[in-house]
Structure formats: structure tokens, C-alpha cells
């Protein structure tokens, strides 16, 4: 059936909260600001506050409204919203649902004929949004819970990886920083590394390789850039981001790509550039900046070819399982991309889900 938001939906707009209502201390309600993406369906909190406003509600699916507008969430506790972000909350339904709906009927809201402002959308640019959904709350439910058994996977798989990651890099810490051997030579990354530049990516056709940036992947293109194992670096924007990757790929010309000088290094590469504060290192005034010469100018010790040896043997069957999982999700996330349409328009008949 037929509707405008608004006779659904009860939408609620933040506010920009006033400097007096913040507890330094940390305590009150968590704050959840605009202009920054939510994560994977775990929103990260800027800052606590006990300003007194209408906070929204746990399970309540919140929403992006400032570039990068349409970041969708679902909020594990009460929270108060800044600007450029929105609380929404079904009048009689299901918030897995409308979570669901909102990243169906997304290209529509931002659609400019539709009276969205760049960069921005409004209470009423939300609350005109026309959806055609199912009345029946047990349809709803059943293909609520069927993309979310989907998506639950997928965030398994992440903290899987990030467990997989965290002892590798226990191990990263205790032979190479707690055991390091005296005899070990002094020198810079340099030597282990050489640093290249990404190259724009936009005149590149949709294919099967990843673009990396700043963020992550960005799309998949038809040709890699390199297809050595590598560290990727961001040069300018979020510099702390540093990432590992062994697979065919495409950097941006806002990202470092390495290749490795010496056998078994990549790994221990990684896990060196990821213990320095990259972001204090910005040469930048606007826009945080790396160069390659201060990449090139730290200073490490150079473990033996027995070491690096060891430290591979040890990690590599943890990384071969992070690229499984992450493989894994890709495809789990194009399954629930393509089912998202055919679930919501009523191609799929979800009795038997």
C-alpha cells in the first residue's frame, strides 16, 4: 500500500546542543553528531552530553541528513541527535523494516526532483517520501529478519577479522617490540618498502578489481593498478587508515600503494605503519597530508630474514581466513543488495521465509 512518510513514520530532527549541556566527565546520554558516516550498524558516539531535548530512542533507525546524506543506522541505546542528523520511528511496524525501506527509497529521497538541496535533505524532503510497502506486520517482520540474518553475518565476519588482527598484532608486539633482538640493524622504511602513487580511477570501466581509498573500497573497476601483496597509505584525508591487502587492486590518487623490497615484510609493514600516529604526522592545512618523505624517514628496526620468516608462517593463516571472510561478505552483501528490490516491490514470496 501507498504512502507518504510522514503517515508512517514519526521523523525527529537533531539539534546542535549548546556548549553548558557537555559532561566532560562522560557522563549523561551518549551524543551521536552529523556529517560523519555511522558505521556498520554500530554508530559511534562523539561525546556524552545531558542535554535535554526529545533523544531518540533505542531501536530507533537514525539517519544522515548533511553529506554524506542517507547513512542509515539503528541505534542500540537512547541517544541525543546533533544537526545533520534524524531519528526515525515506525508509528505501527517494524524499525528492522523501516531500516530496510529507508535503504530501498534512499535514491528516491535524493533524487533532486524531489526538492532535496545538495548535500543536504529537510523534514519535508523526508516526510513527502512516497513507499509502497506491505500492510501486514508479519511480512515485515519476515523480510526484516531475513536481510538482517544476512547482515548479522556480515558484522560477524568484521569482528571476526578484527579479533584475527588484534592477535596478530599481540604477536607483531611481542617479537618484534618485547623480544627484539639487539643485533638487529637500525634503518628506515625505505628499506624495507617503496612507496607509489594511486592514479585516478574514474575514467575506468565496472569490473571485478577494487578501488581503495581513504575509506575503504570504493567500487571495482575493470583493471588492477597492482596485483602484489600490499599496505595502502592514505596521502591525503583520514591518514591513520592504513590497510593490508593481497589481492588484485586499483588505488586512488588520494592513496599510497607499497611494494615490498624484501621477502615475508609486507605483514610486518602493516602492523609498524599501524602503531604510529600517521595524523599527527599531517603536512597539510586543509586537507590532512602525508608525503613519502616522511613516510621514507622512519626509523625502525630491521629484523632478520628468520624473523620475518617466523612472523609469516605465524600470521598468514590468519590473514588467509580475513580474506575469506571478507570474500565471504562481498558476496553476502550483493545476495541482500539484490534481494532488497525484490523483497520490498513483492517479487519474493516471503510466507515460507
Not at 552530553?49 to 544522515?64: E, F, N, R, Y
Not at 546524506?69 to 531519528?87: A, F, K
Not at 578489481?209 to 591525503?236: A, C, H, N, T
Request: charged share 20%; glycine share 6%; aromatic share 10%.
Amino acid at each position: 500500500m501507498k504512502y507518504k512518510l510522514e503517515e508512517i513514520v514519526d521523523v525527529t530532527m537533531g539539534q546542535s546542543p549548546k556548549s553548558q549541556y557537555f559532561n566532560p566527565d562522560g557522563n549523561g546520554m551518549p551524543f551521536l553528531q552529523g556529517n560523519r558516516t555511522f558505521g556498520f550498524k554500530r554508530p559511534a558516539f562523539d561525546t556524552y552530553t545531558t542535554l535535554v531535548t526529545k533523544p531518540a530512542q533505542a531501536g530507533d533507525v537514525i539517519m544522515s541528513v548533511r553529506a554524506p546524506v542517507g547513512d542509515l543506522n539503528i541505534t542500540p541505546v537512547e541517544m541525543c541527535l546533533g544537526r545533520g542528523v534524524c531519528s526515525l520511528r515506525m508509528k505501527n511496524g517494524n524499525q528492522e523494516f523501516l531500516y530496510y525501506m529507508m535503504k530501498y527509497y534512499m535514491p528516491q529521497l535524493l533524487n533532486k526532483e524531489s526538492g532535496t538541496v545538495f548535500g543536504s535533505v529537510n523534514r519535508n524532503d523526508i516526510n513527502r517520501l512516497e513507499v509502497d510497502i506491505p500492510n501486514e506486520s508479519e511480512k515485515q517482520q519476515r523480510i526484516a529478519r531475513y536481510l538482517t540474518m544476512i547482515d548479522d553475518k556480515i558484522e560477524l565476519n568484521m569482528m571476526i577479522n578484527d579479533n584475527l588482527e588484534q592477535q596478530a598484532h599481540a604477536l607483531y608486539q611481542q617479537m618484534f617490540i618485547g623480544n627484539a633482538n639487539p643485533d638487529w640493524k637500525q634503518g628506515h622504511l625505505s628499506d624495507l618498502i617503496t612507496v607509489k602513487y594511486g592514479k585516478d580511477h574514474k575514467k575506468l570501466a565496472d569490473g571485478y578489481y577494487p578501488v581503495y581509498g581513504s575509506g575503504g573500497i570504493m567500487r571495482y573497476v575493470e583493471r588492477p593498478l597492482y596485483d602484489k601483496e600490499s599496505v595502502l597509505i592514505p596521502r591525503k584525508g583520514t591518514l591513520n587508515n592504513v590497510m593490508y591487502v593481497n589481492q588484485p587492486f586499483w588505488s586512488v590518487d588520494t592513496m599510497f600503494y607499497t611494494e615490498m623490497r624484501l621477502p615475508n615484510v609486507a605483514k610486518f609493514v602493516f602492523h609498524f605503519v599501524k602503531t604510529k600516529d600517521l595524523a599527527s604526522m599531517n603536512t597539510g592545512s586543509a586537507i590532512p597530508s602525508m608525503t613519502t618523505n616522511i613516510l621514507n624517514a622512519m626509523e625502525l628496526t630491521v629484523p632478520s630474514a628468520s624473523a620475518l620468516e617466523e612472523f609469516e608462517t605465524l600470521v598468514d593463516p590468519m590473514y588467509r581466513t580475513m580474506q575469506e571472510n571478507d570474500n565471504q561478505s562481498a558476496k553476502l552483501t550483493e545476495l541482500r543488495d539484490l534481494l532488497l528490490p525484490k523483497l520490498m516491490l513483492g517479487e519474493i514470496d516471503v510466507s515460507d521465509i
